[in-house]
């Protein structure tokens, strides 16, 4: 057996995903939101993508995870328009206005500054950044470009959260 491939391999980091009967068409009305996902993780496809599933009318175009089998599955599962491994395509996109960061910890304060800097809301998931650094970066762009930024700290309504706050409520000292 001898196996054959093209001599120059594809570059393409996106592309269209088969999308079910219930998904809003990708030829939306341009006031029906656009709405992109960066990253495919655990937390992304068991909490935030389910979320987004039931908000209504969104025109997922875009989900980008770091490996295309990864976001060509998940794409699919929640009826996004295309899916690739490179945030350029969603940044340029201007049918895109809010982007969810949902990537590894390293990577959010710079996608974030990049995704306000190309005029798109911001939903990003914590930590802003790993340094003070950066967030003081992803906060300047926010100022600067008067874009909306929204962190997802969700642990702030765990029980245990609850528990702690209350407990040190009443302190004055160590």
């Known amino acids: ?7 120059a391999a594809s570059t ?8 079910s009967a219930t998904a809003i068409p990708a ?3 341009s006031d029906t939101p656009g709405v992109s996902f960066l990253g495919a993780g655990n937390y992304a496809k068991a909490v935030l993508l389910p979320a987004l599933a039931g908000a209504g009318p969104l025109r997922r175009r875009t989900l980008v995870a770091a490996t295309g089998a990864s976001a060509q599955h998940t794409a699919a599962r929640f009826d996004f328009e295309d899916c690739g491994t490179d945030p350029e395509a969603v940044l340029a996109d201007p049918s895109v206005r809010l982007v969810f960061v949902a990537t590894r910890h390293d990577s959010h304060a710079a996608l974030a500054e990049r995704a306000l800097r190309a005029a798109k809301a911001v939903w990003l998931e914590k930590p802003v950044g790993l340094t003070p650094d950066e967030v003081d970066r992803v906060i300047a762009a926010a100022r600067e470009t008067g874009g909306f930024l929204a962190v997802g700290y969700n642990r702030r309504f765990s ?3 609850r528990a702690i ?3 040190f409520a009443g302190r004055s000292g160590p």
């Open 165 to 167: 706050r209350a407990a």
């Open 27 to 29: 030829g939306a009305a």
């Open 159 to 161: 029980p245990h959260a």
């Open 12 to 19: 393409a980091r996106a592309m269209p995903v088969a999308r």
């Open 1 to 7: 057996i001898v196996f054959r491939y093209p001599d």
